[in-house]
Structure formats: C-alpha cells, structure tokens
C-alpha cells in the first residue's frame, strides 16, 4: 500500500461522488495536521499531491480544528451564517456557500481530517453526501494507518540496511587495521629473531675466533720459523752430500724435499684460516655494532671468502670496483645483505657460470650491483620477490626468507633493492644506499622486468 497513491485515488473518489467543487485532505502527523493532497474541480489536474502547514488564507482553520478536536463531522449550507465559525479569516475573505469536514479516526486515534466546499450551491453537501463521506472516511483512517506503517517499515529496512552495510564496512576497516597491526607485529618479532640470531652468530663467531687466534698463531710463526729452517737444511743437506749419487743420498734428498713441501703446504694452510678467521670478524662486525663509517668493499671482500665454498670449482667471481667513498651504516647488516645477494646468485646458477659484483656512485648514493648468469626469475615472480616466505628454491630447500631481510635491512638504511630479469638470461640486483642516509627512512622496493 503506497500512501500517496491511496491519497489520490481517495480525492478522485470524493471528487466524483460528493459533490464537492473544492477540498483538501489533511493528515496528523505527532499530534499536528499538515495538508496533503489538494482538490480543485476546476483545474487541469483536479487532484494535486502537496505536503504544506495549513494555512488561513487557503483553509478554514476554526473549523478543521473544530472536527480535530471533537472529532463530530461539520456541515454548513451557509458558511458565513454559522455563528461558530462566521470569525474564521478565511470563511470571512471567501465566503463559501457549502461547507463539509470530516475526522478520519481509527480506533478512536485521529488520523486526519477532510475538508470540502461548494460554492455554486447552497447545501450541496446533502446529508446522503454527507453519510457517504463519512463512509468513505472511516474505511480510508485504517488504509492510510496501513499505508503510513508500510511506509515507516520500508524505511526502518533502508535504514536498517544502511545500518548494516555501515557497521560491516566499520568491521571491515577494523579488520583490515588488526591485520596490518598482526603483519607489523610479525614483521617486529621476525626483526628481533633475526637480530637475536646475529648477535649469537655474532658472539660465537667471537669467540671461535679468539680462541683459534691464540693457537693460530703459534701455528703460524712456527710453520713460518719451520720452513726458514727447512730451506737451510735443504742447503746444507746438498752441500754435505756434494755430487753424491747413492741411493742413500738420492732417498735423502726426497725426503728433505718432502719434508720442504709439507712446511709450504703447512704455512699456506695456516695463512688461509687466518683469512677465513679475519673474514669472519670483519662479518660480524662485534666491534661495531653501532652505525659506523665503513668501506663497502672491505664487507663485499670478506662476505666472499666466506661464500667461497659456494662458489669454488665452477662459479667465477668478477670485481669491478669503482672509487668510493666510506659509507655510514650497520655494517653487519650489510654484510648480511650482500651474503644473501651472493647465495641466491650461486644457487641460481645450475652448473658453471659467473657472478659479477659491480659498485659505482650515483645519484648521492653507493650503488652495489649483484650479476649472475643462472636461470633468470619469470615474470609473473618480480613483484613479489621480496615477500616474506616466497621462494622458487622449492621444497625444502629455501626458507623464502634471505630476500625479504634483505629488502627490509635497506629499507631500514633509507634505500632501496632494484631487480632485473627474465627466464634465462640471469637476474641482477641493485642495492642503493644513500651516503646521506637516515635510519628509519625507506622505500618501497622497485621492480621492472626486462
């Protein structure tokens, strides 16, 4: 039931059957009449629709408010010889001859009132009209307390609806926050875990590396003190033994000779582990800790001897260092960085190929550039290389975290990683460190494929 079409088809009735040439249909709305529909026989539309206050130059408002008040119907043949009413302004201004106005109640609750007028005829609204009018009332109070109340649920739905789409995208946003409050957090503790497990590589490394020094080194000086001692006996052995071509001469010969071999192998030996030990110092960076000056390549040097094993018998390693200048950061991070850079290129080569490590100085910044020729990313992979637990290692064989902590690290020096590749023509990755760089400021990543 839609109210307004209720309202008009009750006019168009009225107007048909009462003999009315002038009215209108007032409906209560929290105890106060506000017009509704308006009827004039005359006009082109004789029913026209309009919520206005009631007015005394339209309405006769003594007598409206009368039929309110009373609820008792009014019909006047003369309406300005009604003692009553004949002080009502517009009954004053308009004089109009036939008047009829009737409550709409249901259930004794005052719904509204109709108002009609004849001014052709003296006592046009006779009392059959009058009866039917009536009638007419009294069915249309319960259809418009009907039509009202389907009208008020229509809205409590829309609003309700509303209310509902509100509250889910209220629950939405609250959900998207928890969630990037639970990835933040996640990200914090892998953060802390990482650096939990450095500091503890840090401080093994630290101490492995103190306790071999000391033996160390007195490996060392004495394979250096054993070999200088050696080349003299080999001296003097050849010259106590002369032109002696024996078998006994010959034997000790080779033995001395061995012995020498040994002593060189020995000193050899005990040079490299004093290397890996440096490296391994230099890479953890114990004794700086804190944000220092460093020279990049000292940290890209020592993070290749360690990652030698990776690379020794089939991977060669190019160096093509330009002139830098010393560089403000945490170097063991970065030495962290240029570790996973180094991994990933070795293990994306299947077989023999080559690693490039290039450095150069653009933009204001030190930029550090990781070359392999191995198996290339696809391109449906670059945008999300640097997505924590992502990996095309397969399997068990890589934890999808390397890259990520990487990317994070240079975040977290004001830079940023770029990378190139494609399916089989290798991938290179650029890390851009500002020499101005602020601790907290960062970037997203950027990655373009060729």
Same mark, same amino acid.
């Given at each position: 039931?839609?109210?307004?079409?209720?309202? &008009?088809?009750?006019?168009?009735?009225?107007?048909?059957?009462?003999?009315?040439?002038? +009215?209108?249909? =007032? !409906?209560?709305?929290? *105890?106060?009449?506000?017009?509704?529909?308006?009827?004039? +026989?005359?006009?082109?539309? $004789?029913? &026209?629709?309009?919520?206005?206050? $009631?007015?005394?130059?339209? !309405? $006769?408002?003594?007598?409206?408010?009368?039929?309110?008040?009373?609820?008792?119907p009014v019909v006047l043949a003369r309406a300005a010889d009604e003692a009553l009413?004949?002080?009502?302004?517009?009954?004053?201004?308009?004089?109009?001859?036939?008047?009829?106005?009737?409550? =709409?109640?249901?259930?004794?609750?005052?719904?509204?009132?109709?108002?009609?007028?004849?001014n052709l005829v003296d006592g046009a609204f006779s009392p059959e009209r009058a009866e039917l009018v009536a009638l007419?009332?009294?069915?249309?109070?319960?259809?418009?307390?009907?039509?009202?109340?389907?009208?008020? !649920?229509?809205?409590?739905?829309?609003?309700?609806?509303?209310?509902?789409?509100?509250?889910?995208?209220?629950?939405?946003e609250k959900n998207e926050a928890l969630e990037r409050a639970l990835t933040e957090l996640r990200e914090t503790q892998d953060k802390l875990l990482v650096q939990e497990k450095m500091a503890s590589l840090g401080n093994l490394v630290a101490g492995i590396a103190h306790e071999i020094n000391t033996p160390l080194g007195a490996l060392k000086a004495n394979a250096e003190t054993s070999l200088g001692a050696l080349d003299k006996l080999q001296a003097l052995l050849d010259s106590l033994l002369g032109g002696d071509d024996s078998g006994e001469a010959r034997r000790a010969r080779r033995l001395a000779k061995s012995v020498l071999s040994m002593g060189t192998i020995s000193h050899k030996a005990s040079q490299r582990i004093t290397e890996i030990v440096s490296s391994l110092r230099a890479f953890?960076? !114990?004794?700086?800790?804190?944000?220092?000056?460093?020279?990049?390549?000292?940290?890209?040097?020592?993070?290749?001897?360690?990652?030698?094993?990776?690379?020794? *018998?089939?991977?060669?390693?190019?160096?093509?260092?330009?002139e830098l200048p010393r560089l403000r950061c945490y170097p063991s991070q970065l030495n962290q960085v240029?570790?996973?850079?180094?991994?990933?290129?070795?293990?994306?080569?299947? +077989?023999?190929?080559?690693?490039?490590?290039?450095?150069?100085?653009?933009?204001?910044?030190?930029?550090?550039?990781?070359?392999?020729?191995?198996? +290339?990313?696809?391109a449906e992979h670059l945008d999300k290389i640097f997505d924590p637990g992502f990996t095309t290692k397969g399997v068990k064989v890589g934890t999808g975290l390397g890259l990520s902590i990487a990317h994070r690290i240079v975040q977290e020096h004001g830079g940023r990683i770029d990378v190139e590749s494609a399916r089989g023509e290798g991938a290179t990755f650029r890390v851009w460190? $500002?020499?101005?760089?602020?601790?907290?400021?960062?970037?997203?990543?950027r990655v373009s494929g060729a």
């Open positions: 039931i839609e109210l307004p079409r209720l309202q &008009r088809a009750l006019m168009q009735i009225v107007l048909a059957n009462a003999g009315a040439e002038r +009215g209108a249909l =007032l !409906l209560a709305d929290d *105890g106060e009449l506000a017009v509704q529909a308006w009827l004039d +026989g005359a006009a082109e539309e $004789p029913v &026209r629709l309009e919520s206005a206050a $009631p007015h005394p130059e339209r !309405l $006769p408002l003594a007598v409206i408010n009368y039929v309110a008040r009373t609820r008792e009413f004949n002080r009502d302004p517009y009954i004053v201004a308009n004089e109009p001859r036939s008047l009829l106005c009737v409550a =709409l109640t249901d259930q004794a609750r005052l719904v509204g009132v109709l108002y009609l007028e004849n007419l009332a009294s069915q249309s109070a319960g259809a418009v307390q009907k039509a009202r109340l389907y009208a008020q !649920l229509e809205a409590y739905n829309a609003t309700l609806s509303e209310r509902v789409e509100q509250r889910t995208a209220e629950l939405r953890a960076r !114990l004794d700086r800790s804190q944000q220092d000056e460093v020279d990049v390549h000292e940290g890209l040097e020592s993070t290749l001897t360690l990652v030698h094993h990776e690379l020794r *018998g089939r991977i060669e390693v190019r160096r093509e260092f330009a240029f570790m996973n850079l180094l991994v990933n290129a070795a293990h994306a080569i299947e +077989g023999e190929g080559d690693i490039t490590v290039r450095t150069e100085l653009a933009n204001d910044c030190i930029v550090v550039s990781v070359r392999d020729s191995g198996r +290339g990313i696809a460190l $500002p020499l101005a760089a602020s601790r907290g400021d960062s970037d997203d990543a």
